[in-house]
Every structure is written in structure tokens, then in C-alpha cells.
Nanobody, 130 residues
Framework: QVQLVESGGGLVQSGGSLRLSCVAS????????MGWFRQAPGNQRELVAV??????NYADSVKGRFTISMNNAENTVYLQMNSVKPEDTAAYYC?????????????????????????WGQGTQVAVFS
């Protein structure tokens, strides 16, 4: 079972920087996607930044300020947050999509079928004050 452990959240002044980390353990297959979502009180969870097969995708609201990176050997993803704003205040959640090839059997035949599994971290709180 995949476990995601986030760290690095905290209180930061507007214009400052913060670095979030997320370490994945128990990954049995291949990591397809790893990244960050956030949820502010009263809002829906939204994408912040993700890496999918090495390609990055950012929310428009963080482009140019946040940078996502990944250490594949250690199954760790980072989010460098620069020039933070009060509207960045939220709980930040690490997200991972794992791709596994699972053996299927039917009518005497067997084959491998790709399956995706989602995992979420517990969240780390980021609070930006002006």
C-alpha cells in the first residue's frame, strides 16, 4: 500500500518562500503522476502542480512562482513556492498515480492489464500572512 508523507508547510510572510516535500513509500509499480493539490476552507480541492511522465503542469495562478521537481530514485516530489501570496493559504495535498500491470485470467487465457491507483497524503498546511 502506498503511503505519502508531506512536510515543509508552515507560516510564511507574503512574498516569502516555502518548500514542500512528499515522500512515497510502498510503490509497487511505476509512478505515472506525482504532484500537489490544495484546498482552502470553503473551496474545492484544486490542482497546483503535477509531473506526469516527466512533464510538468501548473495551475495558472502559480505559474512563474512555484516550481515542481521530482527525485525519481527516492520517489520524492518537491514544490518550491516563491513570491507566495495570502491566496496561496490552503492545505496542500500530495497526490500519486501508480501504474501497475496486473495479471488477468479468463477461459484458460492470461494477460497483463494496466491499472491505475490513486493515493493521497494527509496534507500539510500553508498559511501566508501579509
Amino acid at each position: 500500500q502506498v503511503q505519502l508523507v508531506e512536510s515543509g508547510g508552515g507560516l510564511v510572510q507574503s512574498g516569502g518562500s516555502l518548500r514542500l516535500s512528499c515522500v512515497a513509500s510502498g510503490v509497487a509499480g511505476r509512478i505515472k503522476t506525482m504532484g500537489w493539490f490544495r484546498q482552502a476552507p470553503g473551496n474545492q480541492r484544486e490542482l497546483v502542480a503535477v509531473i506526469t511522465y516527466g512533464k510538468t503542469n501548473y495551475a495558472d495562478s502559480v505559474k512563474g512562482r512555484f516550481t515542481i521537481s521530482m527525485n525519481n530514485a527516492e520517489n520524492t516530489v518537491y514544490l518550491q513556492m516563491n513570491s507566495v501570496k495570502p491566496e496561496d493559504t490552503a492545505a496542500y495535498y500530495c497526490h500519486l498515480v501508480e501504474l501497475r500491470s496486473e495479471l488477468q485470467k479468463m477461459d484458460g487465457r492470461s494477460w497483463y492489464e494496466p491499472r491505475e491507483y490513486d493515493s493521497w497524503g494527509q496534507g500539510t498546511q500553508v498559511a501566508v500572512f501579509s
